[in-house]
């Protein structure tokens, strides 16, 4: 199984992804991808330009369909901002699932003040277009409350039934 959870920065998507794997721990073996972490994990000095953020979006799509084909449960936390590479998840991951998370951009603003103050040059949703998903499985709108969130986590594991 992979899960695709997907939002601009600061949305909750690492948070989200966080709280699924601890409750799926225990019936499933997890690997979680975090955007950031990948960014890290090829250490290199690829910015945040268009072309850069395809560049990575591509690196991440195919890294998961390699980790997928060793049969691991994967929770993928990723801005996700290129229909064409979610259309190539769709057609090239087996047992797929995504997660939009949806969040108002003035919290977006609290909760990341210096990203999305302006002063940033290639910053999705302030200066770059963010291309909102068209057909995700699952919408969570997450606007601070983290017992609302947990509850439509659980919703989510159970639709999916993730328990067994």
């Known amino acids: 199984m992979i899960i695709w959870i997907m939002g601009l920065s600061g949305s909750g998507k690492t948070t989200v992804g966080k709280i699924l794997k601890k ?16 960014r890290k994990i090829y ?9 850069e953020r395809e ?15 060793q049969q691991v449960f994967l929770i993928v936390s990723v801005l996700s901002n290129f229909p064409k590479w979610l259309e190539w998840n769709r ?4 047992n ?19 990203l999305y103050s302006g002063n940033i040059k290639n910053v999705i949703g302030v200066d770059l277009k963010f291309n909102e998903p068209k057909k995700p ?12 969130l947990n509850k439509k986590i659980d919703q989510i594991i159970n639709e999916l039934k993730l328990n067994n």
């Open 55 to 69: 560049i990575n979006a591509e690196r991440i799509s195919k890294l998961t369909k390699f980790l997928s084909k």
């Open 137 to 148: 499985n699952f919408k969570i709108v997450n606007n601070n409350s983290l017992t609302t």
């Open 91 to 94: 057609k090239n991951l087996k």
């Open 23 to 38: 409750k799926l721990k225990q019936n499933h073996n997890i690997i979680h991808l975090d955007g950031d972490s990948i």
């Open 96 to 114: 797929y699932c995504e997660i939009y998370i949806k969040t108002n951009l003035n919290i977006l603003k609290k909760r990341r003040k210096k």
């Open 43 to 51: 250490n290199d000095k690829l910015g945040h330009t268009i072309q």
